[in-house]
């Protein structure tokens, strides 16, 4: 089963990723061939091309009738799903940046209890904001808002607030679960096989 989540995970943040720039590139593409066409229209006519210019002019409207002011809004949920998830795929790798001065000063004992500690903090924090999230995606369900261009519900967009924040409190308790059976923080380090370390926390 965790396997599968892992999977899951790992192919939801690529899929995300994927088409976030596929709209991208489409959007620039579109917004940089109304502009080139225009010239050339402008070119054409100027040359006395009336053929061409016709031509031109027919597949500058085809063009600019595609709407896409959707893409720009699309794109920044998109990157707000990936963000959530992908905080979640680092607690899981062990990529997060952390402050560790205090905790190599102590003692091994104390530097357990440190770090079990910071494990129920980060799980406790994202819980809290999990709890919040649902809640407020809950409320803002109520009042049937849409988002501006898509309008699609907008509840479906914050809703990446607490499901990113739940799927990372579990990743908080796998990578201590698996600190107190090995004794080992997941960690990665740059050059390693990034999957290595998501296997080696697996829980059984």
């Given at each position: ?19 976030a720039v596929t709209i991208i590139f ?179």
């Open positions: 089963m965790l396997r599968f989540l892992n999977k899951l995970e790992e192919n939801f943040i690529s899929l995300l990723m994927v088409a489409v959007a620039v593409c579109q917004r940089y061939s109304v502009s080139l066409i225009a010239d050339l229209m402008s070119w054409s006519r100027a040359q006395g091309y009336q053929e061409l210019t016709a031509q031109l002019r027919s597949l500058y409207r085809s063009i600019i009738s595609v709407n896409m002011l959707w893409a720009q809004e699309l794109c920044i949920y998109l990157f707000v799903w990936m963000a959530k998830f992908g905080a979640a795929y680092g607690v899981r790798l062990g990529i997060h940046v952390g402050v560790d001065v205090l905790v190599n000063a102590v003692s091994p004992a104390k530097k357990k209890v440190l770090i079990v500690i910071s494990f129920l903090a980060g799980a406790l924090f994202t819980a809290i904001v999990a709890w919040i999230g649902f809640s407020f995606v809950y409320d803002i369900s109520q009042t049937g808002q849409v988002s501006a261009d898509l309008e699609v519900p907008t509840w479906i967009v914050y809703l990446a607030v607490p499901v990113g924040s739940i799927l990372m409190c579990f990743r908080f308790l796998e990578a201590l679960v698996y600190y107190l059976k090995t004794g080992k923080q997941i960690h990665y380090t740059p050059g390693e096989d990034m999957l290595e370390p998501a296997e080696e926390g697996d829980i059984a």
